[in-house]
């Protein structure tokens, strides 16, 4: 019998603390932000699991008086804990609570995990770069993607030329994206596709 009892405690308890975990399994893989501890995780957890019970106690009453709690909680819980994860995600991605607070004058910081990840954030989709290399090297080109950890992973370059000394390009000829691993970047120039661009260059 207490076999049976500590059983089913832990099953309830891993029952109200799904929605949670899910909510924040979809945020840390939708998002840059490195992943928690196991410590950390489970506070997260813990904090989308009670704002998931409070919307599902809420969905459920508004929904259906007729429906009791104990059928409906569950199966309406996870389904706040998706679309929360997935709102947490936006937010995230997308600077918008931090840039509202800035606005407030709340705090100076973003909702980004890194300055790395900011600074790509706003400038990586619409600007041309230059990648300054070991060895003196300068790639130009267009960043097509780009790593989210500035110690690990690669550039990939579109419309690549390399710079010369003299200030010069040498085009790339019948090449259509190259890799260049981040560990050989020792530093980034983020330039305006209206100056200096490829096509208007060419």
Same mark, same amino acid.
């Given at each position: 019998?207490?076999?049976?009892?500590?059983?089913?405690? *832990? $099953?309830?308890? /891993?029952? +109200?603390? %799904?929605?949670?975990?899910?909510? &924040? !399994?979809?945020?840390?893989? =939708?998002? #840059?932000?490195?992943?928690?501890?196991?410590?950390?995780? *489970? $506070?997260?957890? /813990?904090? +989308?699991? %009670?704002?998931?019970?409070?919307? &599902? !106690?809420?969905?459920?009453? =508004?929904? #259906?008086?007729?429906?009791?709690?104990?059928?409906?909680?569950?199966?309406?819980?996870?389904?706040?804990?998706?679309?929360?994860?997935?709102? &947490?995600?936006?937010?995230?991605?997308?600077?918008?609570?931090?840039?509202?607070?800035?606005?407030?004058?709340?705090?100076?910081?973003?909702?980004?995990?890194?300055?790395?990840?900011?600074?790509?954030?706003?400038?990586?989709?619409?600007?041309?770069?230059?990648?300054?290399?070991?060895?003196?090297?300068?790639?130009?080109?267009?960043?097509?993607?780009?790593?989210?950890?500035?110690?690990?992973?690669?550039?990939?370059?579109?419309?690549?030329?390399?710079?010369?000394?003299?200030?010069?390009?040498?085009?790339?000829?019948?090449?259509?994206?190259?890799?260049?691993?981040?560990?050989?970047?020792?530093?980034?120039?983020?330039?305006?596709?209206?100056?200096?661009?490829?096509?208007?260059?060419?």
């Amino acid at each position: 019998m207490n076999l049976d009892w500590a059983s089913g405690e *832990i $099953v309830g308890i /891993l029952t +109200f603390l %799904l929605p949670g975990f899910i909510a &924040a !399994e979809i945020f840390h893989s =939708l998002t #840059s932000h490195p992943k928690p501890s196991v410590f950390d995780r *489970i $506070v997260w957890a /813990l904090i +989308f699991t %009670l704002i998931s019970q409070v919307i &599902a !106690e809420f969905a459920v009453v =508004l929904i #259906s008086s007729e429906t009791g709690p104990g059928k409906a909680m569950p199966a309406t819980a996870v389904v706040v804990a998706v679309v929360l994860g997935l709102c &947490a995600s936006v937010i995230s991605n997308t600077d918008i609570l931090h840039r509202f607070l800035r606005w407030l004058r709340v705090t100076k910081e973003t909702s980004y995990p890194s300055e790395w990840y900011s600074t790509f954030a706003r400038h990586g989709e619409n600007n041309y770069i230059v990648l300054h290399m070991q060895g003196e090297r300068r790639l130009y080109g267009f960043a097509e993607e780009w790593p989210s950890d500035p110690k690990d992973g690669h550039f990939r370059i579109a419309e690549a030329e390399w710079l010369t000394a003299d200030g010069g390009r040498v085009q790339l000829d019948n090449v259509v994206a190259i890799l260049i691993p981040v560990a050989e970047v020792t530093m980034i120039e983020f330039l305006p596709v209206t100056a200096g661009s490829v096509k208007e260059t060419k």
